[in-house]
């Protein structure tokens, strides 16, 4: 079992930053591909980045440029860069660890989620 828990939410103005973390019980935390998705009201929830046990990188078109994704094996956290923030941004972020064993076991893990809002 893995306990995620995120931190970093909040209320920004359009063009803000905020860095959001997640950090993970697991102390194979590095094996683990890692994501942030968020849920917007009355919409499904998306990945927004992620970043595998092995350091590739992918992103949401709609944050491309604009959100990093990095984690530190070492403190078994991932790390959500948010910068130029927009008001379609508002959702609440979620942390996700994800891993498929060699005989095709998968392992998903959520977080309780953070709430970041975007608005003047």
């Known amino acids: 079992q893995v306990h995620l828990v995120e931190s970093g939410g909040g209320l920004v103005q359009p063009g803000g930053s905020l860095r959001l973390s997640c950090a993970a019980s697991?102390?194979?935390?590095?094996?683990?591909?890692m994501g942030w998705y968020r849920q917007a009201p009355g919409k499904q929830r998306e990945l927004v980045a992620g970043?595998?046990?092995?350091?590739?990188?992918n992103y949401a078109d709609s944050v491309k440029g604009r959100f990093t994704i990095s984690r530190d094996n070492a403190k078994n956290t991932v790390y959500l860069q948010m910068n130029s923030l927009k008001p379609e941004d508002t959702a609440v972020y979620y942390c996700?660890?994800?891993?498929?064993?060699?005989?095709?076991?998968?392992?998903?893990?959520w977080g309780q989620g953070t709430q970041v809002t975007v608005s003047s």
């Open positions: 697991a102390s194979i935390f590095s094996i683990y591909d």
């Open positions: 996700n660890a994800r891993r498929i064993t060699m005989s095709s076991t998968l392992f998903n893990y």
């Open positions: 970043i595998t046990s092995g350091n590739s990188t």
